[in-house]
């Protein structure tokens, strides 16, 4: 059994900061790539970060110099440091663990339950 739990949302001002984790945790032999996607309200759920077991990472757009995400490898846990955030940040952010339970190395992905990310005045 593996579990994904997210935490760090919250409500934030504009041009506020927040740092969210994710803490990935059961019978996990390794993680290939963790990472964070959003989605807000009638919207589809989009990427924002991930991070590669090489430390490679990868944004979107609309988040890059302002978002910062890095992994903790022996804690299986990956953070999303969120600066000058805008209401258009708001959503919900998932985290997800790309990630083997066996030697076989196959990979499959785990997410976790969302934590929400408010940006408002």
């Known amino acids: 059994q593996v579990q994904v739990v997210e935490s760090g949302g919250g409500l934030v001002q504009p041009g506020g900061s927040l740092r969210l984790s994710c803490a990935a945790s059961?019978?996990?032999?390794?993680?290939?790539?963790m990472g964070w996607y959003r989605q807000a309200p009638g919207k589809k759920r989009e990427l924002v970060a991930d991070i590669n077991s090489d430390g490679t990472t990868n944004y979107a757009d609309s988040v890059k110099g302002r978002f910062t995400i890095s992994r903790d490898d022996a804690k299986n846990t990956v953070y999303l440091q969120i600066d000058s955030l805008k209401p258009e940040d708001t959503a919900v952010y998932y985290c997800?663990?790309?990630?083997?339970?066996?030697?076989?190395?196959?990979?499959?992905?785990?997410w976790g339950q969302g934590t929400q990310v408010t940006v408002s005045s």
């Open positions: 059961g019978s996990i032999v390794t993680i290939k790539v």
């Open positions: 997800h663990a790309d990630l083997s339970r066996d030697n076989s190395l196959i990979l499959f992905r785990y």
